[in-house]
């Protein structure tokens, strides 16, 4: 069994009441950082963790903490980026509403090591169970003295905010976050100045994701080099994985970094396979931003060697043979499932949200969905998938925050890994409105499927 440290009470009844979870050895963490360490003394055990950014990019945390300005008599912040509007991706949401004062002792620790005094928790907007959830719970943790002035008697004061967000994927990037903080418009800053030079209201900011904060309570408990041996390399500790798509068993589950792809899909105690016995086509690794792969790339690197699943392995072979951890967001898809209509439901996703700051991502991912309808609804010409793929190669690289590169990625691995259905859709624009193309040639390791145009 693999090893539990976010999730391993989840199940116990009352788990979500101040009461059980310091039954459960909750609040540990605060009372040995607030009573026997200093706030640098944190922050070294957290880059001795090895504890890498949870909500994407997969940043060193202990090192971005290090950032952090600290000029004499300026406030300094902690945000907890809880928006999680990645498609794919709910492993925050059932964090937050399972297991809430997981967060909150997190929250603490963190805001201690960085000297924050007033933090905040940024949740998604049409998360409203879960924001109410953590008012609660942070209202039983200030009644009992774990917030507020003088907590424990060790002289820190905190203060700890929920902020409802309006339900805009563009703000889980960091800096439009910040600006929606401060109660304006949405949209990404230019970068310098980083955050934690200028960030909420001008002062110094970290912005860490909920699973990245809440993993700050067992590192604390047992050590950052207890928490370094679990996991490989550089890919330390536990990650919390949304699986989601054509799968026996979806869910979240939190596995030791390191764990054979293949046996997280086809394990029974992950995912049990894929349901009603088909056959693997593809997977979205990291939420919906990421690289699509068909299933022998999944399951194996090009030279035939197992992948796994840490943020190495990953993203062995780039975006030619490979894709990215990303958030966690693990989608898998069957036989049966069409990739153009797949890529393009993706497509009219990052349309809508597009802040329409910068003209590549505004008119780019405005003229990819256009396409891919064209394609998807049978009027595509071939000349369509060269425009497609010239439009996304625009934007990738050439926009504020990385939202467009989110947009082009899928995009262009999905006709990197599967020009062939693209092609089908077009040359067969009837029968593609009624049947789906089935297996690539290559999508399984096991046997090669012939294209049959009848599934």
């Known amino acids: 069994m693999s090893r539990k440290l976010l999730l391993e009470h989840i199940n116990v009844p009352g788990i979500n009441t101040l009461e059980v979870y310091r039954q459960k050895g909750g609040y540990r963490a605060v009372e040995k950082a607030l009573k026997t360490l200093t706030p640098e003394e944190v922050v070294e055990e957290v880059k001795k963790s090895g504890l890498r950014g949870r909500g994407g990019a997969g940043f060193p945390t202990g090192m971005k903490w290090s950032f952090l300005a600290k000029p004499e008599g300026v406030a300094r912040y902690l945000v907890c980026n809880a928006d999680e509007s990645e498609p794919g991706t709910f492993k925050d949401r059932y964090l937050m509403t399972y297991i809430p004062h997981a967060l909150i002792e997190g929250m603490i620790v963190s805001s201690f090591a960085l000297g924050a005094k007033v933090s905040y928790i940024y949740v998604r907007g049409e998360m409203m169970p879960q924001i109410r959830i953590l008012e609660k719970a942070i209202a039983e943790a200030k009644a009992a003295g774990w917030l507020g002035k003088n907590i424990l008697g060790t002289g820190y004061d905190l203060e700890l905010y929920v902020q409802p967000g309006g339900g805009a994927y563009i703000c889980g990037e960091e800096t439009a976050l910040l600006e929606s903080l401060e109660g304006k418009r949405g949209n990404p800053r230019i970068k310098p100045p980083f955050p934690a030079i200028a960030g909420l209201y001008g002062c110094p900011t970290v912005v860490n994701n909920v699973e990245s904060i809440a993993a700050v309570v067992p590192i604390i408990n047992d050590g950052g080099e207890e ?41 029974d105690e992950y995912c049990g396979g894929i349901a009603n016995g088909k056959k693997l086509k593809a997977t979205v690794a990291g939420g919906s931003s990421v690289p699509i792969l068909p299933a022998n790339l999944t399951l194996k690197y090009a030279n035939g060697e197992p992948r796994l699943m840490s943020y190495e392995s990953l993203s062995e072979g780039g975006f030619a043979t490979g894709t990215m951890m990303g958030s966690g967001g693990f989608i898998a898809f069957d036989e049966d499932q069409c990739i153009v209509r797949n890529t393009w439901n993706f497509a009219r996703f990052y349309h809508h949200e597009s802040c329409g700051q910068c003209s590549p991502c505004r008119e ?92």
Request: glycine letters at 10%; hydrophobic letters at 35%; one cysteine or more.
């Open 227 to 267: 928490y370094a041996k679990i996991g490989i390399g550089r890919s330390t500790g536990t990650k919390l994985i949304s699986a989601s798509g054509n799968l026996v068993k979806p869910g979240v589950y939190e596995i030791e970094l390191g764990l054979p792809v293949e046996e997280f899909i086809y394990s």
């Open 364 to 455: 780019g991912t405005g003229w990819m969905e256009k396409i891919l309808h064209k394609i998807e609804h049978g009027h595509g010409t071939i000349e369509d998938v060269d425009l497609l793929w010239d439009v996304q190669r625009k934007i990738e690289g050439n926009t504020i925050c990385p939202l467009g590169d989110a947009a082009a990625w899928p995009v262009a691995s999905a006709i990197r890994h599967f020009r062939d259905e693209f092609e089908w859709h077009i040359k067969e624009p009837i029968k593609s409105q009624s049947q789906n193309y089935g297996l690539a040639n290559y999508a399984t390791p096991i046997e090669k499927a012939p294209v049959t145009e009848e599934k």
